[in-house]
């Protein structure tokens, strides 16, 4: 008699159960994270003013600015955009078949810092959107969005040419990542004092750009795609599995593919346009969840999303509190904490490999 507590349905069913408990646990964990993140910041309000101000109950009008118009804003920004960068990441190493694959891998992030550096030397978007042409702040945004979006159809138009192969991808994706900071360089080179100051800090990466405006238009963005990519999720484990697989099941591979790293790229540039530089969320938080639940996308999406929104949240938190009351960039934070932690999990990761010979 077969016992079904030992079958492989019934471990199967046991493992999906307890990679739900953790997924859960996981959003609980992002909502701790985030109520830190509201309540956390230089100017210092207890627990009962903070709490006063986000429902609205307070007399103080700077505290309902400080929680408003700041620190929530900020918080959610980095919820939003942590899970785009993070899904991004998650589709580019599924259709190129390489854990190590990111944004910037395509050359994205690059592409989308020249926008901006161009736009801020040469019109001089930063000191016009302070002045009286209110309806020029979003140039810089608009222009590092437009490069990014040419860059990834000069890839995707160049991969056709080769029968649209990972390897091509990446290639194309390294010389444009190179050929863009060649043009960023070039161009800070000509200019003055004042705006390639406001360039460089552009490029830091900074949430506290984000308002109400910006998180609306992330969420348009973003939540159609997310549901897009969860919808494909059978597909994407077919690809997984290998094109020719994928193919005989009836997916249509070359297309899903161009797509897929189309919108992850859209959800890329835009979050890159609005906020600057922040590396490694679409790196880290997929390859994190790989290794926490595999690689079923039905649940690797959302918790790639998850994971990226906890790491940037926390990322902005330390930003703000490592040297109080100095706020340091958090696509350094993000850089910082990626690397180290990326660097980590591939020593444990070779060492397995080693003790496995």
């Known amino acids: 008699m077969l016992n079904m507590k030992s079958s492989p349905y019934s471990l199967y069913q046991e493992k999906q159960k307890q990679r739900y408990l953790i997924l859960f646990m996981l959003i609980l964990l992002l909502v701790f994270v985030a109520i830190v993140s509201v309540f956390t910041g ?24 400080l929680i408003w118009q700041m ?45 901006a550096n161009l736009s801020i030397i040469l019109l001089s978007t930063s000191a016009l959107s302070i002045s009286i042409f209110k309806s020029l702040t979003y140039l810089t945004s608009l222009f590092a969005f437009l490069f990014s979006i040419v ?24 010389a444009m990542n190179s050929l863009f ?10 200019a003055n004092q004042v705006t390639l100051s406001a360039a460089i800090f552009w490029t830091f990466g900074d949430l506290s750009r984000g308002n109400w405006q910006e998180i609306i238009i992330l969420f348009i963005i973003i939540i159609p ?42 959800i890329t540039s835009v979050c890159v ?20 639940f595999g690689k079923n996308h039905s649940i690797l999406i959302p918790a790639s999303a998850i994971t990226g929104s906890v790491i940037l949240v926390l990322a902005d938190i330390l930003s703000r509190t490592i040297i109080k009351p100095i706020v340091l960039p958090v696509g350094a934070i993000t850089s910082l904490i990626g690397a180290s932690l990326f660097l980590y999990l591939l020593i444990k990761g070779s060492k397995k490999h080693e003790n496995g010979r």
């Open 151 to 174: 860059v990834v159809l000069i890839i995707l138009s160049l991969s056709k040419l080769k029968s649209f192969t990972s390897q091509t991808i990446v290639l194309a994706g390294i």
């Open 181 to 190: 900071q060649a043009f960023t360089t070039m161009i800070q080179y000509f």
């Open 273 to 292: 346009s609005f906020l600057g530089m922040i590396s490694f969320i679409g790196l880290l938080a997929p390859h994190i969840s790989k290794k926490i």
């Open 225 to 266: 795609i997310f549901i897009f990519f969860i919808m494909k999720s059978w597909d994407y484990n077919s690809l997984s599995s290998g094109e020719d697989l994928a193919t005989s099941l009836g997916v249509k591979v070359n297309r899903l593919k161009f797509v897929s790293i189309l919108f992850a790229a859209l």
């Open 42 to 65: 230089n100017y210092h309000l207890t627990f009962f003013e903070s709490i006063r101000a986000l429902f609205k109950v307070t007399d103080n009008t700077s505290h309902d600015v």
């Open 71 to 115: 620190r929530l804003p900020k918080t959610i920004i980095a919820i939003i955009a942590g899970a785009g960068l993070s899904i991004s990441g998650c589709i580019m190493q599924t259709c190129l078949k390489n854990d190590l694959a990111s944004p910037s891998t395509l050359g994205i992030t690059s592409a989308a810092t020249f926008g």
